[in-house]
DNA sequence: GGTAGGATGGGCT
DNA sequence: GCCCATCCTACCC
C-alpha cells in the first residue's frame, strides 16, 4: 500500500470548486491512519454566505485568507473538529471542508481513537467521525499539508477519472441551495448519510 | 427504516 | 445570549 506522491502545493492554488473535485480520490495520511477522501465541500470566499471566511478576516479565519495547501481546524458544537484544506492563491479565501474518508490503512488506531463501536464504513463517514478517528485536533491548525505529518498523497495506483455526483451542501441554513457538496459516486454511504434529492454530476 | 433531543464550548452580535 | 459546516442514543414505526 505505498501510497503516490503528496499534492504540491499547486495543486490547491485553484479555485475551491476545483481543488474540492480533485481531492476526491486522494488520499489523507496521518501517521499510520490514512483513507481516501470520499466527500468534501466548497466554502468559497466569492459571496459565499456560508463560509466562515464570509463576514471578514478574524483570528481564527485567518488561515483561509493564507497560502494553499493549509489545514483549516475548527471546532465544531463544543465537541467536534472539522478539517478544511485551504485553497485559491494567497490572500484569497476559499477552503474545503473534508466530509468522509474511506479508511484504507490504521483501523485499529482509528477504532481506538473513536472508542464508539462502529462498523468500518462508520468509522470516518462525518467530518466530526473522520478529525476524531485520524487524530486531527485544533493543533493542527494552520499546519502545511504538503509536508509534515499531516499529508495529502495521489492514490497508490491511478485511478481513472471517477465520477463525481454533485448535491447541496449538508447542516448549514445560509446558502444551502448551491450545488457545492461532491461525492465519489462509487463510494460506499451509510444509509442515513445518503442523499435523495436532485443531484447533477 | 426514521427522527427528536441533548451534550458542550468558542466566536461573534 | 445565540448560533453553530456534528454525533450518538433513545425511541418509534
Redesign the pocket.
Known sequence: MPPGRILPRSFYARPTVEVARALLGKVLVHGPAAGVIVEA?A?LGDGDE????A??R????AV?FGPPGHA?V???????H?L?LVAEPDGHPG???I?ALEPVSGLEEMRAR?????RPE?LA????????AMGITLAHNGVDVTCGPLVVREPAKAEPAPEILVTP??????AAHLPLRFLLAGARIP????Y?GPSSR
Do not use: D, F, Q, W
Not at 50 to 53: G, L, R, V, W
Not at 125 to 132: C, I
Not at 169 to 174: A, C, P
Not at 191 to 194: C, F, G, Q, T
Open positions: 465541500e466554502y456560508a463560509a466562515h471566511s463576514r471578514g478574524t483570528a481564527r479565519t483561509i483549516y475548527y471546532l465544531i458544537y463544543g465537541m467536534y472539522c478544511n477552503c474545503v471542508l466530509r473513536r472508542g464508539a463501536p462502529c462508520n463517514s462525518g467530518p466530526g467521525k473522520l478529525t476524531l451542501r449538508i447542516g448549514i441554513t445560509r444509509p442515513a448519510r445518503r435523495n
